[in-house]
Every structure is written in C-alpha cells, then in structure tokens.
C-alpha cells in the first residue's frame, strides 16, 4: 500500500513539475505610451529639451513609460498648444507664453526687461514664480516645467555704446523684445527670424535683437560684428500635461514627472547658455566680433528709460485684480538670488 502511494505521490510531483515547465511566462506589461507635442522646429531649443526629457523619463520609469514625440506643429500648432493639450489631441505640449500674452499675464510677467543674466538664472526664476502663484491659466492642465530662452542682445554693423548710438537705428526685433528697442529710441523692424539675413544683406536693418545663439545659427555675426549686452527680455516656455491623462499615471511616474520639474528648467537653461557662449566664442574667432558691456552709469540710463514698461504692466495686471507689485518684486528678488547677487 505505500509503495502504490510512493507511486501516486511521484507522479503528482512529476505532473506539478512539467506544468510549471511548459506554463507560459507571464506577458510583460505594456508601456504607458504618451504623445508630447511641440511647435517649433526639431534643431530649436524646445524640441532638443524634449528628446531629453522624452530619455530621461523613460530611462527612470525603466521603461515603464514611451513617449512619441512631434516636432514641427505636425500634431498640434504654436498658438493651439494650450487648447490641444486640455482636449487631449495630445497627452503633453510646450507652449510658448507670449504668443498669448493675456492668457498668461503673471508667468509673462518674466518678459519684461528686469535684466536676467542667463536663461538658467530666468527659467528658475519663472519656475519659482509659477509655484508660488500658481496661475488660473494652468488650472485645467498639469504643469511639468517651465524654462526660457536666453536674454536678448543686440548686434549690429555699427557700434552701439550709448543711447545716442541706439536712437532711430533700424533693428529687427519681436513681442516684447521691439517694445524695449521702442522705448530705448531704436527703430524697431517686426520681420520673421528667417527673412533677417536677407533684409540685412540690402540694408533694410542695420542689425537686431535676439538672442545670441543667432549669431552662428544663422551666421549673423558674418554681417554684425558689434554686439551690446542688453540682457533684454526672454520669452517663457511651459511644457504641460492633460489632466485626465496625468490623473491616469501611477503614482511612481508621477513622482519621476515631478522630481525632473525644476530638473528640466535647469537642464534647459544650462544648455541655452552653453550654445550661446558658444556662439560668442565661434563669433569671436572666425569673424572677430566686438562685445560692447555698458558702463554702470550708461546703463543706469537706459534702465530709466526701460522703467514706464515694468509700470504700466503694473497698472494693467493691478486693473485686472492681481498682486502686481509683488509679483515683479518676487521675479526680482529670485533673479537676485540664482543669480548670486
């Protein structure tokens, strides 16, 4: 009788092992796959901090999450981005702020001319600004980071050292950028980045105002070759989420989207500044470009002719019920602070 039990319970064993054998392995999960649009070219700023973010995010979630990404405005146009995203036509976006100034006054705020040495110094700046207020223009949507590009300067074929230099002087600028050249006594030419080289070739511009990646990129400093430090206004960037999407992530992503937040601004910073010094450095070498650092007290100057644009953003955001004052006291006070002054 045991011998037949021995038997029984052997072939139980055996039975258990093989069915353990042959049971298939279980199917790996599938990736939570997400879609980030973007508007601007794949070579520009914006799109290179993408892919970045698009590695990172899928290195630290070990593959957890994939994300396609769409350069170009091919999913969703610059001024649609916002809209796009809370429709969900595309889980995530990046948006550029001053294409819709009434939008998003407090983070616009941030393009008034205050003087940001870097894009490092100013996307931490807008970062800390948009968590301390946390705006009615993002509530519908999750905010994963925010960054800016680099000041805008000024280059041009004759000097430019002092206002007298500046006043009636024909130089391509946009948005925020022209209204400083205005009130600084410069002509200012609205035209697009890439009509520039030629309208400086015929001499409809004498030079521009942006920022200075420009000079290699676009092989500005060939024709410029005076350059002034401005530090004039950046332009601010979010990168936002749908909501409902964002609400459907576990938790560990989410903790990875929201540790890469103030991670991402300084990233994006850090390589806007490497390519403009770059730039410079390229600039200097191969067509011997003159930088121009306005004395203190030639400076102090054009700060007081800047000074009418930071109060009427004042008395325009205070009309419409926000803290006006301390919001540019606040981006003042963060300047001060990353930028260890």
């Known amino acids: 009788m045991r011998r037949k039990i021995g038997f029984i319970l052997a072939g139980v064993f055996l039975a258990t092992v093989l069915a353990i054998t042959w049971m298939p392995a279980p199917a790996a999960a599938a990736p939570i796959n997400l879609n980030y649009a973007n508007f601007p070219p794949a070579p520009t700023f914006p799109c290179v901090q993408m892919e970045r973010w698009k590695k990172e995010v899928e290195k630290r979630t070990n593959g957890k999450v994939a994300i396609k990404t769409f350069p170009g405005g091919t999913l969703i146009k610059a001024k649609a981005m916002m809209d796009g995203v809370i429709a969900g036509t595309a889980d995530i976006g990046c948006l550029c702020m001053a294409y819709q100034p009434g939008r998003f006054i407090v983070t616009n705020a941030t393009a008034l001319p205050v003087g940001f040495p870097n894009a490092t110094v100013a996307s931490l700046t807008l970062w800390d600004l948009y968590n301390k207020y946390k705006p009615e223009g993002f509530a519908k949507v999750k905010v994963l980071t925010m960054f800016t590009c680099a000041p805008a300067n000024i280059y041009a074929k004759v000097p430019v050292k002092n206002l007298n230099d500046l006043k009636g002087l024909q130089l391509r600028a946009s948005g925020g950028v022209a209204q400083v050249l205005k009130a600084l006594g410069a002509t200012a030419v609205g035209m697009p980045q890439s009509a520039t080289p030629e309208a ?89 470009i003159e930088i121009t650092v306005l004395p203190k007290e030639e400076k102090a100057k054009w700060d007081k002719k800047l000074e009418p644009l930071t109060g009427k953003w004042i008395a325009d955001a205070k009309a419409k019920g926000l803290p006006a004052q301390a919001i540019v006291a606040d981006i003042k006070a963060f300047l001060a602070m990353y930028a260890g002054q």
């Open 200 to 288: 400086l070739q015929k001499g409809v511009v004498k030079g521009a105002a942006s920022s200075l990646e420009t000079l290699k990129d676009f092989k500005y400093a060939e024709m410029c070759k005076y350059v002034t430090m401005l530090n004039g206004p950046v332009y601010p960037f979010a990168v936002v989420m749908n909501m409902a999407k964002w609400n459907s992530l576990p938790k560990d992503v989410q903790k990875v989207f929201d540790e890469m937040g103030p991670q991402q601004a300084v990233w994006t910073g850090t390589y806007m500044d490497n390519h403009v010094n770059d730039s410079i450095a390229w600039s200097k070498k191969n067509h011997n």
